[in-house]
């Protein structure tokens, strides 16, 4: 096991390794830099205004050739955790990211509970009482939940809660506590807000567990095991989690490792229309608008998440089942 | 007397009329409270000796009351510059029709508009409480400004034809501006925008990190992780105003109405809160502005600001929300959101021009490009009523790029010139350059081969662009022309103008109102971020050294534009801008489709004195000025 795991870490870092150099190169790609983006904005306003320009290439050092930029970029990450600077709010990446990233993972992990809360049981009760009334329903919103674009629900959502409900909407939380101190009031109002990104989030990745908690569960409940047990008396409920759930629970862990990035990155549509502080929107404008160390910075990010994930599913399935381990 | 020299001196005997009449001036309540506990100075030591007695809209307001607007997460640093940061020396009245006295108390202009002299305020305060002197406008001119380092090219408004103006300090209240020869606009230029360069360098706070002012200045470079050198340092801490650099800085002293106090980009919420020392007083004597506060809300989608003013959460904005597809769904839920709409005069000479490259690298190109017959026949083969009806319900003007009613300078004939769809004559104009054509149809170039146009678009300003090109291919197919669309991201599509790399593009234009004096980009070809459609000729025009000779009539209207800039009268220079435009308008140098009508914004129902039109133009930063005398009838905003 000991053997394992350390073999896990060590081919982490020339993963990693490839991935910064990807990245970096990715958002280099695009014609142009942060510079001409800033320009062609100001043009739109009506600003007509070249020689301001000038002054700022010289301020942003965009001359460099790109390794040189490369090196730079990684030697202070690695020696002083310092990811560079956005342009476009002119301070240090490090001071706009972790608050963001704060309430990316107070939403990650509350969406992943909810997920777990509510696939587990619905997936195990759909897989005993196949074609039942009850198994048709989650069938029917586990398909919904499947087909319909986050984005979209979002919007539905919005609208019925401004529309029928007359709530602020967009943000985590109402304008009146935006920049209050922390009371009892604005807990309140934050989980008046917080549900609806989660449900939304969360709905497809629960109704794509619910589908694959039932087929997996459907599998076992027929092996000769769960006959066997049942023939010697076994209470149902007892039978059921013992043995076959368990075995079910594979996608289960699995489904950490590529649910760390999705959460951070995969969800920026939604992020963007409800208005999260969360890292989605911040990235999405740094790509925009070429802010390239932001952007590198939050792809290098996402990365070692979902290398981190990776491994921390692959050390949970080693765990739960000892077949991993051989191989 | 010239037509300046009045109208500043009826603005300074104005203010000189209510200081001398010994007023009790009046403050805000929350200032008061700081007086009393002595963390402010009394007001009298506060304002100037002569503040500036602004005129409101429609009565003097009463203080109170939060401005509630809504910033994008990024890129929208225009928002904070257009309600707070346009305070000049002079300024243009409420109507944008004369330029009046701002921060400065008065201006003498020499008989022949070269020399202007700027008599300050005495007495006049930064937000931190020190004193503002002719020393701020000389520290940008000569550190700032002159400086090669921090300024490697100078603002065109600052430079004449025999190089940058000459700035002398006359007194601690008396600063002369003068050009080698006359610059009959600098007056308007000032009012505008870019006016601001002077009057934004608070000597006391930014010497600190200028190397000339602090010979400790490396100590200052290494604490800022954001800086490799002073220039940086100076350039983070002293950015242009334009940029999100200013409003990054909170710390930076400034003369405008309501002071940040956090910076845009990092926080949920941008706030500024009222300056204690700003210099302007209403006619009841009560030190504006009336509001305490603006706070902007960061969103990171325009749908979301949209939301915000159904829910009543957007007090005064037009910014965003004045798109004509928007209109309708804002009307319906006007009662929810307690507030009415007000019309803005965003009226640009054109908003869908086909701008071809008349400087095309590609001889054969630049050939039929630069005949003004091909421009023609083009002209009268798109249908601008079905794009209108089309893209816009029916609401627009199928109108060439010309000067507006409104402006003083319309003429019907060019609006209406080569404006009518008919395609038989747009073939006969097109038969007189390109008449031969290959076997599916289409023209061929003078090198024998299908003349075939790249046109560039990008989906900008929320006016379906790229529909409308997909239209404009269509209409030019059935005329024999090949136009290839290509939708393409905006940063490279400017990247492509500006090297001169494209065959055309669609954009639109400023000077549709009184900014044709200032920025005919579409009369006359001059170098611009956007708007580049002979980009070399504007290269001659600056530098006759550098780009390349036009042809005669091209440089016609170079001389008589020229003859626009010195004009030391308003009659003088309006009828030397028409001989421009009479020149021009016949050689049609970009194909104008559509001017839009008015936008308009939403305001609160009990916000009072608020401008209506609002006059807006790329250059004229509004209603900055003008918000400080914006008020709530029952001191807030509606619940």
């Not at chain 1, 092996?223 to 066997?228: A, E, F, K, N």
């Not at chain 1, 989605?280 to 932001?294: C, F, N, T």
């Not at chain 2, 007056?187 to 600190?208: D, I, N, R």
């Amino acid at each position: 096991m000991k053997g394992f795991i350390l073999r896990r870490i060590l081919y982490m870092i020339p993963t990693l390794f490839l991935v910064s150099i990807v990245t970096f190169v990715i958002i280099q790609l695009p014609p142009g830099d942060y510079l001409d983006v800033l320009m062609t904005e100001l043009g739109e306003a009506g600003v007509e205004d070249s020689s301001t320009m000038d002054a700022l290439r010289e301020q942003y050092g965009l001359g460099q050739p790109i390794y040189v930029q490369y090196f730079k970029w990684m030697k202070a990450i690695l020696l002083h955790g310092d990811f560079g600077l956005s342009f476009e709010k002119n301070r240090p990446v490090t001071d706009l990211i972790w608050n963001r990233l704060g309430w990316t993972f107070g939403i990650s992990i509350m969406t992943l509970l909810f997920i777990w809360i509510t696939a587990l049981p619905i997936g195990i009760y759909s897989a005993v009482r196949k074609y039942s009334a009850g198994d048709y329903i989650a069938t029917f919103f586990g398909f919904i939940g499947l087909a319909v674009p986050n984005f979209l629900l979002a919007l539905v959502m919005m609208y019925i809660s401004f529309k029928y409900f007359g709530q602020s909407v967009g943000g985590l939380v109402s304008p009146e506590y935006l920049d209050a101190p922390w009371t009892w009031d604005k807990y309140v109002d934050l989980f008046k807000h917080i549900w609806m990104p989660i449900v939304v989030v969360g709905t497809s990745g629960a109704a794509a567990l619910i589908r694959i908690m039932r087929a997996n569960l459907l599998d076992e409940l027929y092996r000769p095991y769960v006959v066997t047990a049942r023939a010697k008396g076994m209470s149902e409920f007892q039978l059921l989690l013992r043995y076959p759930v368990r075995v079910a629970l594979n996608p289960f862990v699995s489904t950490i490792g590529w649910i760390l990035p999705t959460l951070v990155s995969g969800e920026i549509i939604v992020a963007v229309v409800m208005n999260l502080p969360t890292t989605g929107p911040l990235l999405l404008r740094a790509l925009l608008v070429q802010d390239m160390y932001l952007a590198g910075s939050l792809i290098l990010i996402v990365s070692m998440l979902t290398v981190v994930g990776t491994l921390i599913s692959d050390l949970l399935l080693a765990w739960i089942d000892p077949r991993i381990r051989y191989q | 007397m010239t037509f300046f020299s009045k109208i500043a001196l009826t603005g300074a005997s104005l203010a000189l009329g209510f200081a001398t009449a010994a007023w009790s001036f009046e403050e805000a309540p929350m200032l008061k409270e700081q007086v009393a506990s002595g963390a402010l100075p009394p007001l009298e030591e506060r304002l100037p000796k002569n503040p500036l007695v602004l005129e409101v809209v429609e009565q003097p307001g009463e203080y109170g009351g939060t401005l509630r607007r809504a910033i994008l997460g990024g890129g929208d640093q225009h928002n904070i510059v257009r309600t707070i940061g346009s305070e000049n020396l002079v300024r243009w009245d409420v109507n944008w029709t004369e330029v009046r006295p701002n921060i400065a108390e008065s201006v003498d202009v020499s008989e022949d508009a070269s020399t202007f002299v700027f008599n300050l305020r005495e007495g006049m305060r930064w937000s931190d409480g020190a004193p503002f002197t002719a020393d701020d406008i000389m520290f940008w001119y000569e550190d700032v400004f002159s400086n090669e380092k921090l300024t490697p090219s100078k603002h065109p408004n600052y430079v004449g034809p025999s190089g940058p103006v000459k700035v002398t300090k006359l007194s601690d209240t008396a600063v002369e501006f003068k050009f080698g020869e006359p610059n009959g606009l600098f007056l308007q230029q000032m009012a505008y925008g870019f006016g601001y360069y002077p009057v934004v360098y608070a000597k006391h706070y930014l010497s600190q990190f200028h190397e000339k002012y602090n010979p400790d200045i490396q100590a200052l470079v290494d604490a800022e992780p954001a800086a490799a050198d002073w220039i940086q340092l100076f350039n983070l801490k002293a950015g242009p105003m334009h940029t999100p650099l200013f409003w990054q800085n909170p710390d930076r002293p400034t003369l405008h109405a309501w002071h940040l106090t956090n910076a845009y980009g990092s926080t949920d919420r941008v706030v500024a809160e009222r300056n204690p020392y700003y210099f302007k007083v209403d006619e009841a004597g009560q030190q504006l502005p009336y509001m305490d506060r603006i706070t902007y809300d960061q969103v990171e989608d325009v749908e979301t600001i949209l939301l915000k003013a159904f829910n009543g959460e957007i007090d005064y904005m037009n910014r965003h929300l004045g798109r004509p597809a928007y209109r309708a769904v804002l009307n319906d839920n006007k009662e929810r959101g307690k507030y009415r709409f007000f019309d803005t005069n965003d009226l640009p000479s054109n908003t869908m021009i086909l701008m071809l490259n008349l400087n095309h690298e590609d001889p054969v190109k630049r050939e039929v490009l630069s005949n003004v017959d091909f421009r023609k026949g083009l002209s009268h083969a798109v249908n601008r009523q079905e794009i209108i009806d089309l893209l816009y319900f029916g609401s627009g003007l199928a109108v060439q790029t010309s000067p507006r009613e409104t402006s003083g300078l319309y003429k019907e004939e060019y609006a209406k010139q080569f404006t009518e769809f008919n395609p038989d004559l747009a073939n006969e104009f097109l038969d007189k350059v390109i008449p031969n054509k290959d076997d599916e149809g289409f023209r061929l170039g003078p090198d024998g081969n299908r003349f075939t146009l790249i046109f560039m678009v990008a989906d900008v300003f929320g006016l379906q662009f790229p529909d409308a090109m997909q239209l404009v291919a269509e209409y030019a197919r059935d005329v024999g022309l090949d136009f290839q669309v290509r939708a393409t991201d905006r940063s490279r599509l400017m990247e492509l103008v500006r090297s001169n790399e494209h065959d055309a593009y669609m954009w639109n234009c400023a000077g549709g109102q009184a900014d044709a004096y200032t920025a005919p980009i579409c009369y006359v070809p001059l170098p611009g971020n956007t708007v580049n459609w002979a980009i070399e000729w504007a290269k001659w025009g600056v530098d006759p050294t550098t780009g390349e000779e036009p042809p005669a009539e091209v440089k016609a209207v170079f001389d008589a534009y020229e003859k626009v800039l010195t004009a030391s009268n308003p009659e003088d220079q309006k009828a030397r801008m028409q001989e421009v435009l009479d020149l021009a308008m016949p050689q049609l140098f970009t194909v104008g489709l559509v001017q839009n009508l008015p936008p308009f914004g939403i305001a609160r129902n009990n916000v009072r004195n608020v401008p209506d039109p609002l006059p807006i133009a790329g250059q004229l930063w509004y209603p900055a000025p003008y918000t400080a005398q914006l008020y709530y009838e029952g001191g807030k905003s509606l619940p």
